[in-house]
């Protein structure tokens, strides 16, 4: 035979068998029921699969056969029943044949692995009924005798009834028809495991009650009803100048809030007055209240020299600043002893009873405005509602004399307005008036500062233009940062010659104190405030700010500037060739506080 040109090639058949094993502890309740899968959820699919069950005894060496299905089921199981069960699962995947190996290590606990109990949960002085119904009680009441048990440290100790059906330990219980019992007003000790054993027949049944009185919430006050904290000696040597920049922030912070109320009338508020009101309220501010109120003011957080240091501040003022403040309160309400102390001590004012007429109450208010303001505001409040329960009320009076007189005779002149019409007004004019006066491109305005008595300067900052659009340049740029760089730096710029106009001023302004006050962020104050450094005994129905107001007004006249606020007060500015003929923001300025007493905008004169 010719071999030539043929191939042979050899054919060899593998066969490959795969074996996978999963294992598993399984522990089962004595004389309960027990089912073991042969099949695993991560095992391969397979085909054509036979089964085949195994069983170890913890006793026995060698396995005996225990099934040939997918599951294996065992009812009331015993400790016999203790050991590995195994299940061998054989079949194709694809052409390999494969088999899953599972086993089971099975161990049977002889006592119950758990306990069944009922939970009672009451407050602290509640009526506490603790039911008494084990499982499979007969009908037949007259068989049962129940008696009950309390868990202790030393073990059960029984709740024995006398005659009247009461505890001899001093908790008081009633026995019911069903063999429950009452605790009456209930205490936090009274807490535990109870148990209920119920004799029928031969047979004993427990059941297990749990109870736990929690305990009543504190009062509101708890914890917040000490005096407000002494200033330490080491801060109060640096609590002025804290103050003054605090106040300087707060000042433009109002500012800022108002234009946008506001955008094109006049404007006029005292910051001090709106400061010092709130600092008074701030004295019986707690918790997050008051670290609400000091961010709101721009104070630092705890910060213990706030009320040392408006006093201070009060003092080195007074030679033109008469700064009060005063608190009216609901009668019903009772006053801290400590804040009424301290009330004395740093804003000279005892808070006042409201009464139960509320005509009495507006005259009261009224009047102890008009003489705080030598009557420049003889009326603050037109009326008193009976639900108000907490009122604030700060006046603040200013008088300062021009340092320089202006020219005796008045002229007429013409203001610009916004819109750009113009109208005629009298005027104050020095034809060789000597002023300090600068552009601050950081303001975008003609800055003229004019000295008043009691080192106290009054600045006027004209825009570029009388447009509404320069105004809110000057007003977006002017930070706290801004005004104090600017109070120095004037101070340093030399007086000139000039021929001033200005016009006459008389503002009398209200603001609307309630709604600036939720904008600056202490809109709390209107909602459940704590107050309990005030109102120490404050229930679920705290007392809440209802009512707050601010009335400036400004005279600004040849002999001077004289202003007064209920809660607000501002004031003016100045040129070289120096004309405040149109829209104009004035800041009248404290060199002794080193911060602003009054703010406004003129553009209505």
């Given amino acids: 035979m010719n071999h030539a040109g043929m191939l042979c090639y050899p054919f060899l058949l593998l066969l490959l068998e795969f074996v996978i094993t999963f294992s598993v502890e399984v522990i089962v309740p004595m004389g309960s029921g027990l089912t073991l899968s042969c099949q695993h959820e991560k095992a391969p699919k397979m085909l054509e699969k036979t089964f085949k069950w195994t069983f170890r005894s913890r006793d026995s060496v060698s396995p005996t056969e225990a099934g040939d299905s997918s599951t294996l089921s065992k009812q009331h199981i015993q400790k016999t029943h203790e050991g590995e069960y195994e299940c061998v699962m054989a079949g194709y995947i694809g052409d390999s044949r494969a088999r899953v190996s599972r086993m089971y290590n099975v161990s049977v606990e002889t006592t119950s692995s758990f306990k069944l109990w009922a939970v009672v949960t009451v407050t602290e002085g509640d009526v506490v009924d603790l039911s008494c119904h084990p499982h499979l009680l007969s009908a037949n009441r007259s068989e049962k005798i129940g008696n009950w048990f309390r868990e202790t440290e030393e073990g059960l100790k029984p709740l024995v009834l006398d005659n009247e059906d009461k505890v ?117 501010a707690r918790d997050d209240t008051r670290k609400m109120m000091e961010d709101g003011l721009c104070l630092p957080r705890g910060f213990s020299c706030t009320h040392k240091a408006l006093k201070t501040l009060k003092g080195d003022t007074q030679e033109s600043l008469d700064m009060a403040s ?28 409201l009464t139960d007429d509320n005509d009495q109450n507006l005259k009261m208010i009224n009047d102890w405005v008009a003489e705080k303001t030598k009557n420049k505001i003889p009326k603050l409040l037109d009326s008193v509602d009976s639900f108000n329960q907490l009122i604030l009320v700060n006046t603040v009076y200013f008088l300062g004399k021009w340092k320089l007189k202006f020219d005796a005779e008045s002229r007429p002149a013409s203001f610009t ?116 450094g005030l109102f120490p005994e404050q229930t679920d129905m705290p007392v809440a700010l209802s009512d707050a107001r601010h009335r400036a007004t400004l005279l600004l006249s040849e002999s001077g500037v004289e202003a007064a606020a209920a809660t607000s007060l501002s004031f003016a500015r100045s040129f070289p060739s120096f004309s405040a003929m149109q829209p104009f923001i004035l800041v009248l300025w404290s060199d002794q506080a080193n911060c602003p007493l009054f703010m406004g905008r003129v553009t209505q004169p």
């Fill in 326 to 353: 005063h608190i009216f309160y609901n009668q019903d309400q009772i006053l801290s002893e400590a804040f009424i102390n301290q009330s004395m001590e740093f804003y000279e004012a005892s808070p006042a009873k």
């Fill in 417 to 532: 307005k916004l819109n750009g019409d113009m109208v005629n007004v009298p005027t104050l004019y020095g034809a060789k008036y000597k002023l300090s006066m600068q552009f601050f491109s950081s303001l975008r305005a003609q800055v003229g500062a004019f000295p008043l008595t009691g080192r106290n300067r009054l600045f006027i900052m004209v825009p570029v233009s009388s447009s509404l659009k320069d105004l809110q340049a000057v007003e977006e740029r002017m930070t706290d940062t801004v005004l104090t760089e600017m109070a120095k730096a004037m101070a340093k710029v030399a007086p000139t010659v000039a021929e001033v106009t200005l016009p006459k001023l008389k503002l009398d302004i209200n603001t609307d104190m309630n709604g600036l006050i939720g904008d600056i962020g202490m809109g709390e104050l209107f909602n459940e405030p704590n107050l309990c």
């Fill in 168 to 284: 001899r330990d001093g908790v008081y219980l009633a026995r019911a028809n069903d063999l429950s019992i009452k605790i009456y007003n209930s205490k936090v000790q009274d807490s535990g495991m109870y148990h209920c054993q119920v004799q029928e027949g031969a047979e004993t049944r427990t059941q297990l009650v749990e109870l736990i009185v929690e305990a009543l919430p504190p009062p509101r006050c708890y914890g917040h009803t000490d005096p407000w904290e002494l200033c330490e000696e080491d801060k109060s040597r640096t609590a002025g100048a804290i103050l003054s920049e605090s106040l300087t922030d707060f000042s433009t912070k109002l500012y800022s809030q108002l234009r946008t109320v506001k955008p094109t009338d006049n404007v006029l508020f005292s910051p001090v007055s709106i400061a010092g009101v709130l600092s008074h309220l701030l004295l019986g």
